[in-house]
């Protein structure tokens, strides 16, 4: 059974960066896109950022575009949100999931992702 473990989170002033870090455990890291998404206080879970099994492909939300990075080392079972220019409106938990590579919607709807990690909490001061 995979186990997805997020790490990297904290508090931050606005402007400053973070990276997150998700290790997968199990096997077959490769079959699955990966995804980031965050939950802030009385709002619904959004995607921020995925990357196919190779990297090549990535999909970001339009709140973050060109402020975060999405990636995966796939020798390390490993994938990584690189966050930067942080504003007050990111402050969230972030968690990250994945979904089977084969999915031909980009980015999988919802109800495709599983393994959530516990989450880590971003906080970004104004």
């Known amino acids: 059974q995979v186990q997805l473990v997020e790490s990297g989170g904290g508090l931050v002033q606005a402007g400053d960066s973070l990276r997150l870090t998700c290790a997968a455990s199990?096997?077959?890291?490769?079959?699955?896109?990966m995804g980031w998404f965050r939950q802030a206080p009385g709002k619904e879970r959004e995607i921020v950022a995925a990357?196919?099994?190779?990297?090549?492909?990535?999909y970001y939300a339009d709140s973050v575009k060109g402020r975060f990075t999405i990636s995966r080392d796939n020798a390390k079972n490993t994938v990584y949100l690189q966050m930067d220019s942080l504003k007050s409106e990111d402050t969230a938990a972030y968690s990250c999931?994945?979904?089977?590579?084969?999915?031909?919607?980009?980015?999988?709807?919802?109800?495709?992702?599983?393994?959530w990690g516990q989450g880590t909490q971003v906080t970004v001061s104004s």
């Open positions: 199990g096997r077959a890291f490769t079959s699955y896109i």
């Open positions: 999931a994945r979904a089977p590579s084969y999915l031909s919607t980009w980015p999988p709807r919802q109800h495709a992702w599983d393994g």
């Open positions: 990357v196919n099994w190779n990297g090549h492909s990535t």
